[in-house]
């Protein structure tokens, strides 16, 4: 069982940035994909980015051009580096790990606690 675990959440002004940190342990999970996924109040869980186990990256049209996804296999990380935050980025962000569809949450079998991310005007 994979055990992944969110940090680097925290309110910070518009304009601002955040680095999201997401640790796996249990096990190794260098030849899956790991992403990124946030739920507002009252909305369903939406796709940030990702990023395969050979490097490849991709994100949501919100957030590309300010979001950074990056992973060090080695040590089972996957980081959310995220720039020029605006108050719509308000969300409880989640890490996730799977080997299925990288689009969609569907395609992921382990999910993090969640860190929140609040981002004032």
């Known amino acids: 069982q994979v055990q992944l675990v969110e940090s680097g959440g925290g309110l910070v002004q518009s304009g601002g940035s955040l680095r999201l940190s997401c640790a796996a342990s249990?096990?190794?999970?260098?030849?899956?994909?790991m992403g990124w996924f946030r739920q507002a109040p009252g909305k369903e869980r939406e796709f940030v980015a990702t990023i395969t186990w050979n490097g490849n990256t991709f994100y949501g049209n919100s957030v590309k051009g300010r979001f950074t996804i990056s992973r060090d296999n080695a040590k089972n990380t996957v980081y959310l580096q995220m720039n020029s935050l605006k108050p719509e980025d308000t969300a409880v962000y989640y890490c996730?790990?799977?080997?299925?569809?990288?689009?969609?949450?569907?395609?992921?079998?382990?999910w993090g606690q969640g860190t929140q991310v609040t981002v004032s005007s």
């Open positions: 249990g096990r190794a999970f260098s030849r899956g994909a």
């Open positions: 996730a790990a799977g080997y299925g569809n990288i689009w969609s949450v569907r395609g992921y079998d382990y």
